[in-house]
């Protein structure tokens, strides 16, 4: 499975964003598809997942109520919908891909995009 992120950019606090993932491969609605995120100088940390039909979410508490995790099997594509955003959402934003389970620990997952900054301006 190979994934491209892409949607970042620089948003001021309050507004919005939408990462979409593009995968490829015939296998993607058999994978567990989540979002991590890495700020300057800190560890890369959980976002959000979800299964592999699309009928479980996770999120981190920091962004629970303010992003929704979703995906299009038919599409090949996950997304990351971040609302009310704030300066510290500011991040490299990284999709993800495991078979099986959806987990929040990074070290599950097998397949990783590029990365796509996001930038929130107060």
């Known amino acids: 499975v190979q994934l491209q992120a892409s949607g970042g950019g620089l948003v001021q606090a309050g507004g919005s964003l939408r990462l979409s993932c593009a995968a490829s491969g015939r296998t993607f609605s058999s994978h567990a598809m989540g979002w991590f995120r890495q700020a300057p100088g800190k560890e890369r940390e959980f976002v959000a997942a979800i299964s592999w039909s699309g009928a479980y979410t996770y999120y981190a508490d920091s962004v629970r109520g303010r992003f929704t995790i979703s995906r299009d099997n038919a599409k090949n594509t996950v997304y990351l919908q971040m609302n009310s955003l704030k300066p510290e959402d500011t991040a490299v934003y990284y999709c993800?891909?495991?078979?099986?389970?959806?987990?929040?620990?990074?070290?599950?997952?097998?397949?990783w995009g590029q990365g796509t900054q996001v930038t929130v301006s107060s």
């Open positions: 993800a891909a495991r078979p099986g389970r959806a987990t929040t620990g990074s070290e599950n997952y097998d397949y």
